[in-house]
């Protein structure tokens, strides 16, 4: 069975500081997953996506995610933060065969001027 | 080039009512997707559509709801008999290919207020 732990539901850094977004996974198999965001008022967004290439995946925006088998983990970066990347962010573990996503819980990031 | 549409975006249905939800998917796109996301809530998957074919729909929380893609494009996602616990943002995604895992394109939602 497949399924996401957001550590955090709520993160607040200030401008210009780094950006860490917690995610644990839980796979039957060898797990593909996705960060995506989600601004007010607008769609879902892919942020970056593991699919068992390089383990270090650089995303959109200046974020990037290391996938930590051993770790179970698939935790969200940015080395600066800007005021625009204030939103929701959903990690994601994807079912292999229909591709059916398995979403966390979200975490609401804050970013302080 | 056009994303995923969805309409209306904003319904609100008394109790016991039916809606319907509409979801115009990127054309040429395979896969078809509907979650639920309820308020403060990660989305939920509710049911895939492969073409015209409605392959799972294990995450359908009760048999109020009903799902239909009958071209192979454009899917609606039906509640009969609507309940306050219906109330969420239903999001409709689609995917290029079949399969996975591929980058799903989700649209704006539906908000759902049942009162």
């Known amino acids: 069975a497949q399924s996401v732990t957001q550590l955090d539901s709520h993160v607040s850094v200030s401008e210009g500081t780094p950006v860490l977004l917690r995610c644990n996974y839980s796979?039957?198999?060898?797990?593909?997953l996705f960060w995506y965001v989600q601004h007010p008022n607008k769609g879902l967004q892919l942020l970056l996506k593991?699919?068992?290439?390089?383990?270090l995946v650089k995303g959109i925006n200046g974020f990037e995610a290391e996938f930590k088998k051993s770790e179970t983990s698939f935790h969200l970066t940015k080395p600066s933060a800007h005021m625009s990347d204030a939103a929701e962010y959903f990690c994601?573990?994807?079912?292999?065969?229909?591709?059916?996503?398995?979403f966390g819980s979200g975490t609401k990031l804050n970013v302080k001027p | 080039g056009a994303g995923v549409s969805q309409s209306p975006r904003y319904k609100v249905a008394k109790r016991g009512q039916d809606v319907a939800l509409r979801c115009d998917p990127i054309?040429?796109?395979?896969?078809l997707f509907w979650y639920q996301q309820a308020l403060g809530q990660g989305p939920e998957f509710l049911t895939y559509?492969?073409?015209?074919?409605?392959?799972?729909k294990s995450g359908l929380p009760s048999d109020r709801f009903f799902a239909e893609r009958p071209e192979g494009s454009v899917s609606t996602l039906k509640i009969q008999r609507t309940q306050q616990e219906d109330s969420a943002v239903y999001l409709c995604?689609?995917?290029?290919?079949?399969?996975?895992?591929?980058?799903?394109?989700f649209g704006p939602g539906t908000r759902l207020t049942v009162t």
């Open positions: 559509f492969q073409n015209e074919a409605q392959l799972d």
């Open positions: 593991y699919t068992s290439a390089a383990t």
């Open positions: 796979s039957s198999y060898s797990p593909s």
């Open positions: 994601v573990v994807s079912e292999y065969n229909f591709n059916k996503f398995y």
């Open positions: 054309s040429g796109h395979v896969s």
């Open positions: 995604a689609s995917s290029t290919l079949a399969g996975g895992p591929h980058e799903q394109y």
